[in-house]
């Protein structure tokens, strides 16, 4: 379950927000009581921001704003940026659903399979190669960039187009860190990283004591 409260569609005041439980939902449902989405999402990202519904408008208005006619940079490069976001953070939502995106734009299987190895691969060409590279920048890199990655990007991209892909590739490195943090859609998982228990009869003082026997 996610850590927030979800929003009943009872408790929504807002058009907008009754607006998109309609679009994903179904006229009508309810989608605490009823959850699913046509994707195959549990849908609990938008009942969770309907908790503030000034956030909620801002975060679908940035969905509009990589798909808006003005964008200028090839939706397929775009999207390796967000997809490649959400394997970088871990997030198996963002990474899923942004592989259905490359999916729907013709991009073919070996190459959505390639991403988590991209830096390997030779399916890949040297735009999208170049993209990744800095995809991997923004997200593990924190932002650290080479001027090699930007000589890279701009062999085949203007300002504009860099910024476009440096501010979408970031958003979604955000959506792709917050639904991690608040167990949202697939990333309602446990952590894996546990400790493994130790064999019966093991003393974690002989452990710390041990030395390797001397010859």
Request: charged letters at 25%.
């Given at each position: ?19 998109y439980y309609d ?170 990283i546990t400790e ?20």
């Amino acid at each position: 379950m996610p850590v927030l409260r979800q929003v009943p569609r009872a408790e929504v005041g807002s058009d907008l927000i009754h607006r998109y439980y309609d679009l994903l939902f179904g006229p009508g449902r309810d989608p605490v009581a009823e959850p699913g989405t046509a994707t195959g999402t549990p849908g609990d990202w938008w009942t969770v921001f309907a908790l503030a519904p000034d956030i909620f408008r801002h975060a679908v208005e940035g969905f509009g704003v990589y798909r808006h006619p003005d964008r200028k940079i090839d939706p397929v490069l775009r999207e390796l940026g967000q997809t490649r976001a959400g394997w970088a953070h871990g997030s198996q939502f963002v990474f899923s659903q942004h592989c259905k995106s490359l999916r729907g734009l013709g991009v073919p299987e070996e190459k959505i399979g390639a991403i988590p190895a991209w830096a390997v691969s030779d399916v890949f060409d040297a735009r999208e190669r170049a993209v990744l590279a800095y995809a991997d920048c923004l997200t593990t890199g924190s932002g650290r960039t080479p001027p090699e990655v930007f000589e890279a990007l701009r062999a085949f991209w203007g300002d504009e187009e860099i910024l476009e892909f440096t501010y979408i590739t970031a958003l979604y490195g955000m959506h792709a860190i917050m639904t991690r943090a608040l167990r949202l859609e697939f990333d309602d998982r446990d952590d894996p990283i546990t400790e493994v228990a130790a064999p019966e009869g093991f003393s974690a003082a002989d452990f710390l004591s041990a030395r390797p026997a001397s010859r």
